[in-house]
Nanobody
């Protein structure tokens, strides 16, 4: 399973960016997809995620500014980021909880969580 993230870049404070992530490979189903970020010198933290039922959660710091959405047929998740602030600067990672065909048959040797490589978002003041 591979997660390909895109959409990062350099933007001025108050601007907007939209991140995209598409999962591919041996996928039976996807339970949840989400975005994490890691700023320099800090731990990776959850930004937002959305489960198979369409329920989402956000970190308090991005509520009312970021919107997560999912396209289930495309195995894709998006993060629309508005009113960006310099403190949003980080590498953003896509994450997915994937059920592979093997796991669906009871073979749990495949991982359940996968990460994309990350896309850099830089917000200038």
């Amino acid at each position: 399973v591979q997660l390909q993230a895109s959409g990062g870049g350099l933007v001025q404070a108050g601007g907007s960016l939209k991140l995209s992530c598409i999962a591919s490979g041996k996928i039976f189903s996807i339970n949840s997809m989400g975005w994490y970020r890691q700023a320099p010198g800090k731990q990776r933290e959850l930004v937002a995620d959305i489960n198979s039922g369409g329920n989402w959660r956000y970190d308090d710091s991005v509520k009312d500014r970021f919107t997560i959405s999912r396209d289930r047929p495309k195995n894709a998740v998006y993060l629309e980021m508005n009113s960006l602030k310099p403190e949003d600067t980080a590498v953003y990672y896509c994450n997915a909880e994937v059920v592979t065909p093997a796991r669906a048959m009871g073979d749990l040797s495949d991982p359940s969580h996968y990460w994309g490589r990350g896309t850099l978002v830089t917000v200038s003041s």
